[in-house]
Nanobody
């Protein structure tokens, strides 16, 4: 079982940037596809992006495409979410998780991910 801890959240102004980190325990981190989700108050947890274990290819929700970038450092057991051009609607708790299905697909559900971290709050002011 992998344990995940997110960090790097905070307060940013619209148009600003933040970089989130997700640190993982365990020796087989490189074998996991990793996803980022977010949950705004009163709303369901939604997909942000994923990085594939095999080739580090990435996929993103349309709402963040071109603004957010996922990367990973297997030597540090860490996956990152670089968030640029932030908007107030990006305000949410951000979570990382392990993709249990591994393969690329057109739709990513939170039910297909596990080992969720506790999340980190991101607040974007206008």
């Amino acid at each position: 079982q992998v344990q995940l801890v997110e960090s790097g959240g905070g307060l940013a102004q619209a148009g600003g940037s933040l970089r989130l980190s997700c640190a993982a325990s365990g020796r087989t981190f490189s074998a996991y596809s990793m996803g980022w989700f977010r949950q705004a108050p009163g709303k369901e947890r939604v997909f942000v992006g994923v990085i594939n274990w095999r080739d580090d290819s990435t996929d993103y929700a349309d709402s963040v495409k071109g603004r957010f970038t996922i990367s990973r450092d297997n030597a540090k057991n860490t996956v990152y979410l670089q968030m640029n051009s932030l908007k107030p609607e990006d305000t949410a708790v951000y979570y990382c998780a392990v993709d249990r299905l591994y393969y690329k697909r057109t739709y990513y559900s939170s039910r297909e991910f596990d080992s969720w971290g506790p999340g980190t709050q991101v607040t974007v002011s206008s």
